[in-house]
């Protein structure tokens, strides 16, 4: 049986702007497991970045952590994270136990601070001798396909897709189990996105890193890499399903328009994996009632609008939140 490595369970993070809320992770319940990848997709604006920071615990205003309950597995010994200070998370886990590459992260790092500076920094903070971690970094760096005397230079000497690499090898100097990573190839040509993926699995493959949660708005992406896709849409998850099974049978109809749309013979679409559902999201202010597809969904019913549908398991491993399938159970 594979273990769990982080377990979020209803999981609510809003944005509290004076007297609203943006219910942008509304209710998410997953399980990380060992040794896996999972891809987590869905059009822009639906939470995917916010649902990394909650379940990294970086939880800053206006965000607020509503409701719900974050596990982090360490050594087989379950922490609740989520009853923890973000502070208290970042000192005792961030780095060591599970690290992010945060959306635009490259274009993050500051343009007159050495790249080295970024590995004393990390030294510092974890108390570990400055010179055991340079050489530690310079090991990765060459991991990750770098000449390790790029750190002793600054960022913007450094090329997209060398940066990202740079990042991936400062995220992952600690070897954490889980890397979570936001978009990491999206600001990246089609020959550095290939790059940085088999640089990404290779740390996998190595035991660098035991499990990635990837989030990107490109199936072509999660295609390549993941076991399992997550899919969410406004702030839920609406089918969570092992990678094969979902590319031959997508069961939530948002799910199907998604997959459908990479599938399209249109190159241009096909080539970037753009998304295309007819409408848009909606508002995560004052979201539809009931199924929050239900505006654009080519199946709706009348219970659609008045009831919410639960994620619920119909096959093994395959969870989906529509009452088409209410009445399939394994
Ligand atoms: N700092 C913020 N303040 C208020 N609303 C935000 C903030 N960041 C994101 N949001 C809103 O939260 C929702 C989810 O955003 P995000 O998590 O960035 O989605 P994604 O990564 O899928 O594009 C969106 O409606 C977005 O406008
Ligand atoms: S619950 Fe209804 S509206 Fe929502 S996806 Fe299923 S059929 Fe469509
Ligand atoms: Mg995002």
């Not at 709706?300 to 529509?322: D, F, N, W, Y």
Request: hydrophobic share 40%; net charge positive; proline share 7%.
């Amino acid at each position: 049986m594979k273990q769990i490595l982080l377990e979020a369970e209803d999981v609510k993070a809003y944005y509290k702007l004076g007297r609203i809320f943006v219910k942008a992770v509304d209710g998410v319940t997953l399980e990380i497991f060992e040794d896996e990848v999972v891809g987590v997709v869905g059009e822009s604006g639906c939470g995917k970045t916010t649902l990394s920071n909650v379940l990294f615990m970086n939880v800053l205003k206006p965000l607020i952590l509503i409701g719900g309950r974050i596990v982090l597995k360490v050594n087989g010994v379950p922490n609740e994270i989520s009853s923890l200070t973000r502070d208290e998370v970042k000192k005792r886990f961030w780095g060591k136990e599970i690290s992010i590459i945060p959306q635009s992260a490259m274009n993050a790092l500051m343009p007159t601070i050495k790249i080295e500076s970024y590995i004393k920094h990390l030294a510092e903070s974890h108390r570990i001798p400055e010179k055991q971690l340079l050489s530690k970094a310079r090991e990765r760096f060459q991991e990750v396909g770098l000449d390790p005397v790029w750190l002793k230079r600054y960022p913007f000497e450094l090329s997209g897709g060398m940066k990202q690499r740079a990042v991936i090898a400062i995220a992952t100097i600690l070897n954490p189990k889980l890397l979570i990573a936001d978009e990491p190839t999206s600001a990246l040509d089609v020959v550095n996105q290939k790059v940085f993926l088999k640089v990404l699995m290779k740390l996998k493959r190595h035991n660098v890193i035991k499990s990635i949660l990837f989030i990107t708005h490109d199936i072509a992406t999660v295609r390549q890499i993941a076991d399992r896709m997550i899919i969410m849409y406004a702030g839920k998850i609406v089918e969570i399903s092992p990678i094969e099974k979902i590319l031959e049978r997508p069961l939530h109809p948002y799910s199907q328009g998604l997959l459908n749309s990479v599938l399209t013979p249109e190159p241009e679409v096909k080539k970037r994996g753009i998304v295309v559902v007819p409408g848009t999201p909606p508002n995560l202010i004052d979201p539809p009632s009931g199924c929050r597809f239900h505006p654009r969904c080519v199946h709706v019913m009348k219970i659609c609008e008045k009831e919410e549908p639960i994620l619920k398991e119909i096959e093994p491993g395959r969870k989906v939140a529509c009452f088409l399938y209410a009445e399939e159970r394994t």
